[in-house]
Nanobody
Framework: EAQLVESGGGLVQPGGSLRLSCTAS????????MSWYRQAPGKERELVAS????????NYGDSVKGRFTISRELAKNSVNLQMNTLKPEDTGVYYC???????RGQGTQVTVSS
């Protein structure tokens, strides 16, 4: 059974940056389409970014385009989310998700506040 673990969240001021990582035990993430999504209180779940198995195709939610970058780090068996120019509206719990296996991590909290 795939277990995904997110890390890298925290408290950051507006305009700051964070780098989230999603690692896995029991499988190689580079074989799968992967995504990050977020959930904020009172808001619907939002797809933030996705990356295909080759790593060549990425997709971003409109609200994060130009600020976030999803990538793979094969040596660490991870899928990362570099988040720059963070805004208060980016606050939420961020999850990595492996749709094919319906696997999701426990999430990592990102709070953007001054």
């Amino acid at each position: 059974e795939a277990q995904l673990v997110e890390s890298g969240g925290g408290l950051v001021q507006p305009g700051g940056s964070l780098r989230l990582s999603c690692t896995a035990s029991g499988l190689r993430l580079n074989n799968y389409y992967m995504s990050w999504y977020r959930q904020a209180p009172g808001k619907e779940r939002e797809l933030v970014a996705s990356i295909d198995a080759t790593g060549r195709r990425t997709n971003y939610g409109d609200s994060v385009k130009g600020r976030f970058t999803i990538s793979r780090e094969l040596a660490k068996n991870s899928v990362n989310l570099q988040m720059n120019t963070l805004k208060p509206e980016d606050t939420g719990v961020y999850y990595c998700f492996l749709p094919l296996l319906s696997s999701r991590g426990q999430g990592t909290q990102v709070t953007v506040s001054s």
